[in-house]
C-alpha cells in the first residue's frame, strides 16, 4: 500500500514533514514545513509537491512503510512557499 492508494474527502491532503528550507525561523513549535504527498482530486489550492508551513497540532499522524505522515486539511495550511529541487 501506498499513500497514492488512499481516497481522500473533500480538502484534506497528506503530508510528510521536510525541516525548515525557509529563511526564517517559526517561533510555534505546532507549525511545521512539509511537503504535499496527496491531495483530493478537487482542491484548488495545492499539488502535490507543494512545500508549506502547516498547523500539525491539528493533524493525524500515521506511519506508512516507516514513513511519518500527516493527514490534515487545506485550513490549516498557513504558507507555500517556492522549492527548487535540487
Request: glycine fraction near 4%; proline fraction near 3%; avoid cysteine.
Amino acid at each position: 500500500m501506498t499513500v497514492t492508494d488512499f481516497i481522500l474527502k473533500n480538502k484534506q491532503i497528506i503530508i510528510t514533514e521536510t525541516g525548515n528550507d525557509a529563511e526564517f525561523q517559526p517561533d510555534n513549535s505546532a507549525l511545521l514545513f512539509g511537503e504535499v504527498v496527496a491531495v483530493n482530486d478537487l482542491t484548488e489550492f495545492y499539488t502535490v509537491g507543494d512545500r508549506i508551513y502547516f498547523d500539525a497540532g491539528d493533524s493525524r499522524k500515521f506511519l506508512l512503510n516507516d514513513v511519518l505522515y500527516y493527514l490534515t486539511t487545506e485550513d490549516k495550511v498557513y504558507l507555500t512557499y517556492p522549492y527548487v529541487a535540487p
